[in-house]
């Protein structure tokens, strides 16, 4: 099950600054990546809830074909599991896209590493976290991996938001969020 991070409350009192126009952008066209993919499940939600149209339409005014009726509910059925193909598909990027509306937090704390435990889903390496200078957590994250995370904790100066995890550390991009994305993200895949 997915948990979401928390913020600590003594976090928001931390420098922050918003996001540049230039990594709002990435995250735009992640987005539009995204919604060209919801072409397909939209298009089926219109063909099938078009049908289930025509078939109630058809059923009501045709005399001959008034048992049509009961195949409605087969295509109104298919443009439900269209729509929600549609919204699943696009919920996530847009909370991402809301989410550069957020601060992006400075500290000049720590990064802690930390193995999987008990309430690890499957897949989960670990977790990190960014913590105050006083060792206290201002926000952890769940990690995917292949291999677990060891316990260790280094100094750094961490830049994060709540929803996207560690943006940078002493500066250097973690790659949480990439440099740059091609028009609709097409491509960003590497070949192997």
Not at 20 to 29: D, K, Q
Not at 104 to 121: A, H, L, M, N, Q
Request: charged share 20%; hydrophobic share 45%.
């Amino acid at each position: 099950m997915a948990r979401y991070p928390r913020l600590h409350p003594r976090a928001r009192m931390l420098a922050h600054r918003a996001w540049t126009l230039r990594e709002r952008r990435v995250v735009w066209r992640g987005l539009t990546g995204r919604m060209s993919i919801a072409v397909e499940p939209l298009l089926g939600f219109i063909f099938f809830a078009l049908f289930t149209w025509g078939v109630v339409w058809r059923a009501h005014h045709v005399k001959s074909d008034a048992s049509l009726i009961v195949i409605a509910p087969i295509f109104a059925l298919g443009a439900v599991a269209f729509f929600i193909y549609f919204v699943a598909v696009l919920v996530m990027p847009i909370i991402a896209y809301l989410q550069t509306y957020r601060p992006i937090y400075i500290i000049d704390g720590y990064v802690r590493y930390r193995p999987p435990d008990e309430d690890s889903s499957p897949g989960e390496c670990g977790y990190v976290a960014a913590l105050f200078e006083d060792s206290g957590v201002a926000c952890e994250w769940p990690s995917v991996g292949m291999k677990p995370y060891r316990q260790r904790t280094i100094p750094a100066m961490v830049e994060f938001s709540v929803f996207a995890g560690i943006h940078k550390i002493d500066g250097k991009p973690t790659g949480v969020l990439p440099e740059d994305l091609p028009p609709l993200a097409i491509g960003i895949n590497p070949r192997h």
